[in-house]
């Protein structure tokens, strides 16, 4: 049977964790924030010995946070990026308390940094307009959830709505809204160019705060 999983952090879990339970399996990924379904329900967490399920869930967390231990956050920046096998050698890493191997420690610093420098544009002023509306369509839709919690962290606290890029599994202009006070988006949607007439907006789902 097949996995249908979120390329993210938490789809990286769920697959290690559906493994565990029931054998290797297939996994389909699709465009994380695309579909309002838990892929980490607490009867699979609950397999896991307390300490690790402590670990993992604190891995999750701290997905673009921009702060923290680097090992978390690189792990959720490589899920993110698409890049699955990199994203769980070090969620590995991370659940045993060691530290990962040459190379993966050099490739997920390497990413974590190009996520940093990436964002360091969020907050111009000129990204804005009108008021609240928050133009990153030349960043990728795997950006947004470290660009939202640094708008927070930065002060913002009313909600937001960005205008993004696409992701490399569901291409488009993405719009997303986020609530006051709050990091995770309450709605995603993805624009697509239909013809002449303009616009048309795809509602692809609420996003599972």
């Known amino acids: 049977m097949e996995l249908d999983l979120p390329l993210d952090m938490r789809g990286i879990a769920a697959s290690w964790l559906n493994q565990r339970r029931r054998g290797r399996r297939t996994v389909s990924w699709y465009a994380p924030w695309s579909r309002d379904e838990d892929p980490l329900p607490p009867s699979i967490l609950a397999r896991l ?28 920046t490589a899920a993110r990026l698409g890049r699955h096998r990199l994203a769980r050698n070090l969620m590995f890493a991370w659940l045993d308390g060691e530290l990962p191997g040459p190379e993966d420690a050099t490739t997920a610093r390497a990413l974590l940094e190009i996520e940093r420098n990436r964002l360091k544009s969020v907050m111009q002023w000129r990204r804005e307009w ?30 937001i709505h ?38 048309r907006v795809e509602q692809i789902a609420p996003v599972d705060a």
């Open 162 to 199: 960005l205008l993004s890029g696409g992701h490399l599994l569901k291409p488009g202009r993405w719009s997303w809204y986020v609530p006051a006070g709050v990091w995770h988006p309450a709605k995603v949607e993805v624009m697509q160019q239909l013809n002449r007439d303009g616009l």
């Open 49 to 76: 010995p307390a300490i690790k399920r402590m670990r993992l869930l604190r891995l999750i967390g701290l997905d673009g946070a921009g702060h923290g231990p680097w090992l978390a956050q690189a792990a959720g």
């Open 130 to 159: 009108p008021c609240g509306v928050i133009h990153i369509e030349d960043m990728p839709a795997w950006l947004v959830p470290p660009a939202i919690r640094l708008l927070r962290q930065m002060g913002r606290k009313g909600p």
